[in-house]
């Protein structure tokens, strides 16, 4: 089972893509200045000026590479600045994003985006 992480906000989405259940990456990277004129995406540590205007179309961005690369996942995780008592894994559902909303103001640059 391949597993993508994310971490977003603040303007970037950051990823890893796992292999099998492991601490082995595939593919990592990030879109950094999500919404400005110098978008960038970087992957494996090479960096490309791109367009990203919003937090939808990074993550697009890097779905396609994921593809172009013939690469799969079988789960999404994501980070969360402040869940309040979201302190471990757990699939998100609508009562889990209304908590995770309840907690923007204390962290407004990440848990939106998120």
Aim: proline letters at 4%.
């Amino acid at each position: 089972m391949n597993l993508l992480v994310l971490n977003t906000g603040s303007f970037s989405v950051k990823f890893a893509l796992f292999k099998n259940n492991s601490k082995d990456r595939i593919l990592y990277g990030k879109v950094d200045r999500i919404g400005l004129s110098d978008s960038k995406f970087a992957v494996n540590g090479k960096e490309i000026a791109i367009k990203s205007e919003n937090y939808k179309q990074a993550l697009n961005l890097i779905i396609s590479e994921i593809e172009k690369r013939n690469l799969s996942f079988d789960a999404i995780a994501h980070r969360v600045v402040h869940g309040g008592d979201l302190n471990k894994p757990r699939l998100i559902n609508d009562k889990s994003e209304k908590i995770i909303n309840k907690y923007s103001e204390f962290a407004p640059l990440h848990n939106p985006p998120a």
